[in-house]
């Protein structure tokens, strides 16, 4: 038991600590900027080797099988239901922290990705790559494999109650942080969907609602923006 432990911990390094430390450390010190082909090329190549490589640690190290992320009781109608559910939650969530903590916290906007966006109205390959497989894997997949990665090997640790609910704490503080570029209103506003998440997933072990609601938000946002920003 305590050697899967070790094991858990080492995984945990490799395929969450690790590349988000180097990915905030990246971030704060590159100064150029990202151009729109490095954004759609960037989260694919990113999230999908993450993918892979969570793929094969927990297959062959861990000796254990990412069913375990969807084995819940559900099926796709019910799946579907419930990420209508959870896009819902989440957009009514972020018009409350809109008006509640948009006064008292830091954003920073995104130049680089509201280039992108502007961009994909004149090119039709950057928006079918984008609300494609940039989104489903290299945004919405790769996302929350990590953070239910991140929180099922916290819960190994221990079988406390008290355990298991720090440990949704401690994932989406992670899940937070890892937005640090976003400013104090995105490291917090997503930390708080992050519990959402968390708890859903604490409920019913479904891996597949929290993809389809992560790309729905994300993809009615950036749909909205190309369909209001000015030209």
Not at 11 to 24: D, G, K, T
Not at 57 to 72: P, Q, R, T, V
Not at 111 to 139: A, C, D, S
């Amino acid at each position: 038991m305590q050697h899967q432990k070790v094991k858990t911990l080492v995984a945990l390094l490799l395929i969450v600590l690790i590349p988000f430390a180097l990915m905030l450390w990246y971030r704060a010190h590159e100064s150029g900027g990202f151009a729109s082909m490095e954004l759609i090329l960037y989260p694919l190549l990113f999230g999908g080797g993450s993918i892979i490589s969570l793929w094969i640690i927990k297959n062959y190290f861990l000796k254990e099988s990412l069913k375990d992320f969807n084995s819940g009781k559900g099926n796709i109608v019910k799946d579907l239901l419930w990420a209508i559910a959870l896009t819902g939650i989440y957009f009514i969530l972020f018009y409350v922290e809109r008006m509640t903590l948009s006064e008292i916290l830091t954003f920073r906007s995104n130049n680089e990705l509201l280039g992108l966006m502007l961009e994909m109205r004149e090119n039709p390959l950057l928006l079918i790559l984008w609300f494609g497989p940039v989104l489903w894997i290299g945004i919405a997949l790769y996302e929350e494999l990590i953070r239910v990665f991140l929180l099922t090997s916290l819960w190994r640790l221990s079988p406390s109650k008290i355990w298991m609910v720090a440990a949704i704490l401690i994932t989406s503080i992670i899940t937070g942080l890892a937005h640090w570029s976003q400013g104090s209103y995105g490291i917090v506003t997503i930390a708080i969907k992050s519990i959402v998440a968390c708890v859903f997933f604490y409920k019913y072990r479904r891996l597949l609602p929290l993809v389809i609601s992560h790309a729905l938000y994300d993809g009615i946002q950036v749909g909205m923006l190309l369909i209001t920003y000015p030209q």
